[in-house]
């Protein structure tokens, strides 16, 4: 069964950065592509960033472009998301989700794996 977890979040000051981690276990086969989504209160969950197994290919979503970057190990399965120059809108649980296939995408549907989710709360 595959597990995913994530860890890293908290409550930072507009401006500060954080690093966020989803360690994933439990996979007979590799997940190829991993990606960050992030749920802000009565909002719909969003796509972040996503990543291919080799760490080449990237996407952002447009807001955190810049800001975010996305990397992996894939020795110790393990999937970050580094936040710099965070802002409010940026407050949200944000969710670590995997697939077997190898091209990154930007929907919710096409992952069907999840992580519980971290809390991240950027407020003065």
């Known amino acids: 069964q595959v597990q995913l977890v994530e860890s890293g979040g908290g409550w930072v000051q507009p401006g500060d950065s954080l690093r966020l981690s989803c360690l994933g276990s439990g996979s007979s086969y590799p997940l190829r592509t991993k990606a960050w989504f992030r749920q802000a209160p009565g909002k719909e969950r969003e796509f972040v960033a996503a990543?291919?197994?080799?760490?080449?290919?990237?996407l952002y979503a447009n807001s955190v472009k810049g800001r975010f970057t996305i990397t992996r190990d894939n020795a110790k399965n393990t999937l970050y998301l580094q936040m710099n120059n965070l802002e409010p809108e940026d407050t949200a649980i944000y969710y670590c989700?995997?697939?077997?296939?190898?091209?990154?995408?930007?929907?919710?549907?096409?992952?069907?794996?999840w992580g519980q989710g971290t809390r991240v709360t950027v407020a003065s």
């Open positions: 989700a995997a697939r077997s296939t190898i091209i990154p995408t930007m929907a919710v549907s096409d992952y069907p794996y």
């Open positions: 990543i291919n197994w080799s760490g080449g290919e990237t």
